[in-house]
């Protein structure tokens, strides 16, 4: 009867230890199955995640504003004397003081006046309204002793320039060795003269102004487009604009006496049914065109379909804060 009994037990215990093990070996197989039956879940979570509204970036206000102002050099305050090839770094320090935020869709470009190895466009920094922002260019002095100026412009995502204070502009200027230069020196360029009190006569360049014509009808040839035909009237619109600008070191489209480039066109007689002009200070014809090309807006005018006759001038000044100046007029009749 004992025997019995203790038989019973064993029995008992054998099963209660089987039902444990069998509990604890399932368990790690239980694991991977909860696993997989979350991903389904996981997987259909993420759309609703993603497009949260809190989570979504905040959309720039069409609407908003762009405008800088300038704050201060950080380094190469103007005329700053540098060694002839010396490398350096200019930086700006300007605000934002408009109501859009910056970012690297914006700009800072070259925009006329000496290179100096500058890149053509910088990407700028996220910078909200009323940050400041710091941007600095790598440049290279030029070998040939004098004083060089770089123009440059900010613009938005869409290629548009905006203010930075009045000007449409920020600059830099420097001066190589003792900042005598003798112009004629320059292969192609135009020699200086001294103009008379009172008076202003920059001199001219038939060479730059020619080559300017062959350099915008291969552009124009390359984009299986007509040849442009150079026209008096349009002539001495540009000539008259390039000799003000100069006369009065100005880089603008707007003529000292609030005149535009369509009204200096009808003032010579020239009945415009579409007018655009292109402008430029400092350096070669060819420094022009390569910039005109390699800007969106500058390279859409010589690639204008709707015209077909052109005026070209060129004035240079040694005494005014650019140099040579071009003035290039766009028309149809």
Known sequence: MKLKSLSLIIAAITLTCITACSSSTTSPTETPQVMTGTLPATSTSVPDISTTPSEIPPTQDPNCIN???FIADMTIPDETVLSAGEAFVKTWKVRNVGTCTWNESYRLTFANGDQMSSPLSISLSETAPEETLQISVNLIAPATNGSYTGIYQFKNAQGEVF????LDH???????????????????GPTATAAPAGVCTPDRNASYESEILT???????????????????????????????ACNSLLSHTGPDGSSASSRVAEQGYVSSYTVENIYAGGTAQDAVTWWMNDQIHKDAILETRVTEIGIGYAYLGSSTYGGYFAIDFASP
Do not use: C, E, F, Y
């Open 163 to 166: 203010n930075i204070g009045a």
């Open 170 to 188: 920020i600059w830099l200027k420097i001066i190589v060795g003792n900042g005598a230069i003798i112009p004629s020196q320059t292969p192609g």
């Open 67 to 69: 405008k800088a102002l």
């Open 215 to 245: 350099l915008i009808n291969n552009a124009r040839a390359s984009n299986s487009l007509p040849a442009l035909s150079l026209n008096t009237q349009l002539q001495a619109a540009a000539d008259a604009h390039s000799t003000d600008m």
